[in-house]
């Protein structure tokens, strides 16, 4: 009877796991060399093969064991003899019958030092070679990176062998591995697979892809104060009340870090839960994120009426808006604050609806990867506008009429933001570059006048709604200047622009005339901050209160640059340059190649003079996805690393076909 037992693995019948067997010291030592080589021989059969001896942990504690590669079945038995004859030696040892190797190495099925990326990581060498290759795919399998001169090792491998592989070992495992993989000329096996210890779960999660049109720029801290609390109190807590959110009850949805809005990862896990789960798994960090919740988008038929309901709220919000007194220079103290105070209330009124269409809704009717149209994420005044830019750069509007007729338009919709009819110095860079804008980009752009919006119901009420909220944006900047004129009259503040950096109790405390001490250093230094900030760029995440993949980061280390995936047909060459925020527009010059994380509507004329665009999401939401398909400019999207492995400056080729970037 042999000694040899069969050891039965952990997902043996659905992991390629080679054949492993157990044995114990008294058995070898009882038999021959010779005998022990025969019946090695036998539980491996005629095929062509060799042997992996487990010799122990690595290193005390660890789980990973030492392996020992041996080529014939005479050169494990004598292993298996020296090791049991070792004063000391271990009672039993494990070993493995693989196939004949034609490569090996190592696959992650996520990165392995970047917990804010899904990729699938693999590195490995041909045998006979020592060169090692690294691949990196996307979470769907698509070829993101490969290193160079590797096209042997992807000759000899699929990249579909080792997304099988991923896909498998995370159905088994649900937490990220590391398997140690051979190929043998048709398929994988594997030797081991032992949890990724770099990538523990993160037990708190800030993340800035689900502002969903909300604030994809830095935010002042005036905006913030207000539009935080709209949404906290007109959406997240209604929602919180009826999902029974409990636990939540008294935990921040919203923080302003780096000058930039976050959200708190556990309410969008949260929603991730109810009702049949949310669209917004991809906001999340991988380790947070439940696929299952990637359901079936929302039938039209059954939410006519709840569509009805929230169609009437945003005409009564409109109307009301447009019957609103507005304050002029004689009006009294009380009145104006009365004036702000009602702005205040129509904007937490507004985010109740704004936040169940940005979050809820929209995401459903146009989940991530859906091609975009343009009627999905503008309005006609937006059409009309980027029209107007055609004629512009035709000399059939002037930069004045131009400015005359779009006067409340701004980078952004936080007051903050010089309005066009201002003329700061951000818009005067927007003449130039329409003076170099191609002909067919300027034919393209008039010729968007004539399209018809036809926006789904979800979709134009989302696209409805954030119109208001810039409206009710604009005019609080009107009556914010009218403010900041008494307060630097009173010697309350310095500059005009200083009212945008109180929070809102210290412009109460200001108003009221009980300005706090080196209140005028402070907001020196957050002018400072806010402007770094915006011209840095922001991390993706905050996942447990560590940056990962900060601007700075991407430039020091010098990131691979990964590929994605083709949206708008064509070639494009030029300067890469990424924008974060409205405030480095100016920066922008004809020919450019923009980047972008996220776009804010406010960036659509910038946007239009580019030659290319590369994004780093597949959100069909987002309006530079959307012009980009309605003006043919060539696009790659899905580039999730974008913002950090392009620097600016450098010349990059992008295809738009193919979803590839190269660096010139």
């Known amino acids: 009877m042999s000694g040899f037992k069969a050891v039965q693995r952990d997902h043996q019948d659905v992991l390629p796991l080679a054949p492993c067997w157990k044995v114990e010291r008294d058995y070898v030592l009882s038999l021959s060399a010779s005998a022990l080589t025969a019946e090695l021989a036998a539980l491996a059969g005629d095929e062509k093969h060799y042997w992996v001896l487990q010799q122990g942990p ?72 020592d060169a090692q290759q690294r691949i990196i ?20 491998v699929s990249t579909a062998a080792f997304y099988e592989l991923a896909q498998t070992l995370h159905q088994c495992f649900g937490e990220p591995r590391a398997a140690e993989w051979i190929w043998d000329g048709a398929q994988l096996s594997m030797v081991q697979a032992l949890p990724i210890g770099t990538l523990a779960m993160p037990s708190e999660v800030w993340t800035r892809r689900a502002g969903l049109g909300f604030s994809n720029q830095a935010i002042s801290p005036l905006w913030y104060t207000m539009l935080g609390r709209w949404l906290k109190e007109g959406f997240w807590r209604k929602v919180g009340h009826k999902a029974g959110w409990s636990e939540l009850g008294n935990v921040e949805p919203y923080r302003r870090q780096h000058s930039y809005l976050y959200g708190n990862g556990r309410f969008f896990r949260a929603l991730q839960n109810w009702r049949g789960g949310s669209f917004l798994w991809w906001a999340l960090p991988p380790a947070w994120r439940h696929k299952s919740a990637e359901s079936a988008p929302l039938s039209n038929s059954s939410h006519m009426l709840a569509r009805a309901w929230v169609s009437i709220k945003l005409l009564w919000l409109e109307l009301r808006t447009k019957k609103l007194d507005q304050c002029d220079g004689d009006a009294t103290a009380d009145e104006v604050w009365l004036e702000l105070i009602r702005l205040d209330r129509l904007g937490k009124m ?57 006067g409340q338009y701004s980078a952004g919709d936080d007051p903050v933001f010089p309005r066009l009819l201002e003329q700061g110095g951000d818009s005067k860079s927007l003449p130039l570059l329409l003076e170099k804008l ?43 200047l009218l403010m900041s004129q008494r307060l630097v009259a009173l010697r309350r503040i310095k500059h005009p622009d200083d009212i945008f950096f109180l929070y809102f109790d210290e412009l109460w405390q200001a108003w009221q005339g009980q300005t706090r001490r080196q209140l005028d250093t402070l907001l020196g230094e957050r002018k400072v901050r806010y402007l770094s900030d915006a011209h840095a760029g922001p991390p993706d995440w905050i996942i447990d209160s560590i940056g990962y993949g900060t601007s700075p980061l991407g430039q020091r280390t010098g990131h691979d640059t990964v590929q994605g995936y083709g949206l708008v047909s064509g070639k494009a060459q030029g300067r890469v340059q990424r924008i974060g925020s409205g405030w480095q527009l100016n920066q922008v010059e004809a020919g450019d190649v ?35 398909c309605a003006l043919g400019i060539p696009t790659v999207w899905g580039v999730d690393d974008a913002m950090h492995c392009l620097p600016d400056g450098v010349e990059i080729m992008l295809d738009g076909d193919s979803g590839h970037l190269d660096q010139l």
């Open 58 to 129: 690595l290193a005390p504690g660890s789980k990973r064991q030492s392996l020992l590669n041996l080529d014939s079945d005479l050169a494990l038995a004598g292993a298996l003899g020296q090791t049991f004859s070792r004063e000391g030696g271990p009672d039993s040892l494990v070993f493995q019958c693989m196939p004949p190797q034609r490569a090996a190495g190592v696959l992650f099925t996520r990165h392995p030092m970047r917990p804010d990326l899904e990729h699938i990581v693999v590195e490995g060498c041909l045998s006979g070679s």
């Open 137 to 156: 795919l996307h979470a769907d399998g698509a070829l993101a990176w490969r290193s160079p001169d590797s096209e042997a090792f992807t000759d000899e």
């Open 350 to 406: 507004l985010s109740s609806t704004e936040g169940a269409l940005g979050y809820i809704y929209a995401p459903a009717v146009a989940p991530r990867g859906t091609r975009p149209t343009i009627s999905d994420s503008l309005l006609s005044s937006d059409t009309a506008l980027l029209s107007d830019l055609g004629g512009v750069s035709r000399d059939e509007i002037t930069w004045a009429e131009f400015c005359a007729r779009h």
């Open 438 to 480: 191609s002909p067919q980009r300027a034919e393209a752009l008039i010729a968007l006048r004539s399209l018809r919006l036809q926006p789904h119901g979800w979709l134009g009420l989302r696209r409805r709604a954030a119109g208001l909220r810039q409206h009710l944006a604009g005019r609080m900047r009107r009556l914010l």
């Open 594 to 628: 923009l980047v972008l994380d996220q776009s804010d509507i406010g960036w659509l004329p910038w946007i239009a003079c580019a030659s290319g665009l590369v994004l780093a999401h597949r959100d069909p939401l987002d309006p530079a996805a959307a012009l980009a």
